[in-house]
């Protein structure tokens, strides 16, 4: 049985009974605990303010502490702080008073509105009625971006230690109506591992294929390559391994309710038979590179 670990109240880690895989889950955009003060801020209504949420994410991949991997877990909504940017992609713009001369505020991502405190929710619906203190925004960072990084440090770096190699999932979903450019395929699943970077292709490649054999359609870094999280965390090299998942909505969810679909739990259980093999997979393949080294 999995158990909840809060260091913070933002986020939970939730560990298995003893770490038996090399393997660590993060969901860090499927929070639903909206602050009653950010929504008091916000001109959107309680559906719209969470159209940028990662739906139910946490409960598709619920399944990591059983397979003997601890999960990091934000409750802390995306569209309130967003922990797959760097710290401080910031948009003057959106606050009273003066950012630090260190704030990025030239990304493309604070051009687009989604910035480490966005401006927008998808679809490019404005979030804030008024500007806001920037000491509010610096806050977050301080309370809950740092710590949450610090706890996900801690535990990649605690699996790499005790197996000599980790493989970090970040897991994420996708709009419906996401095509892949060039070839109109709606992808089920995307692997991202920004472009060979973050992850070794033959770990891309296999979770491409258990979930092609399980009948899904699976595309890799189009349009979704991984971002902050997967570029940071990932370093091959060094047996620090990154990949990003992203499921797409349409299979689980109503986009304009949010309501799950009744096949939810029929996409829980194949991800989890996916995980396992997956996990197995690992272990092979940790296995084999450390032989490699002896």
């Not at 049985?1 to 499927?30: G, I």
């Not at 986009?255 to 093999?277: M, N, R, S, Y």
Request: charged share 25%; hydrophobic share 40%; aromatic share 10%.
């Amino acid at each position: 049985m999995a158990e909840a670990l809060s260091e913070n109240s933002h986020f939970d880690v939730l560990e298995p009974v003893s770490q038996s895989v090399p393997l660590v889950f993060n969901s860090p955009h499927s929070g639903r605990r909206y602050p009653q003060g950010f929504l008091d801020q916000s001109r959107l209504d309680a559906l719209g303010i969470r159209r940028s949420e990662d739906h139910y994410v946490d409960e598709l991949f619920s399944v990591a502490p059983a397979l003997g991997a601890p999960m990091l877990v934000a409750h802390f909504p995306r569209a309130w702080l967003d922990v797959n940017r760097e710290p401080y992609e910031l948009d003057p713009r959106m606050f009273d008073g003066v950012l630090p001369s260190y704030a990025n505020i030239s990304s493309i991502r604070v051009a687009g509105g989604l910035g480490t405190v966005p401006r927008v929710v998808a679809e490019n619906m404005e979030i804030y009625r008024h500007r806001f203190p920037v000491e509010e925004a610096l806050e977050r960072v301080e309370t809950v971006y740092k710590p949450y990084h610090a706890c996900l440090r801690r535990l990649v770096v605690r699996t790499h230690v005790m197996f000599g190699f980790s493989v970090l999932i970040d897991c994420h979903s996708m709009p419906g109506n996401i095509r892949v450019s060039g070839s109109g395929l709606r992808p089920d699943f995307i692997i991202g591992d920004r472009y060979g970077t973050s992850a070794s292709g033959e770990l891309s490649r296999t979770a491409m294929r258990l979930l092609e054999d399980m009948g899904f359609s699976v595309v890799r870094n189009k349009p979704y390559a991984g971002g902050f999280i997967t570029e940071h965390y990932g370093r091959p090299a060094k047996g620090l391994h990154a990949l990003q998942i992203e499921v797409n909505r349409g299979l689980y969810v109503d986009e304009t309710t949010l309501a799950k679909k009744p096949d939810f739990a029929v996409l829980q259980t194949a991800i989890a038979a996916f995980l396992q093999d997956f996990s197995d997979h690992v272990e092979d393949y940790a296995a084999d590179r450390a032989l490699a080294a002896e």
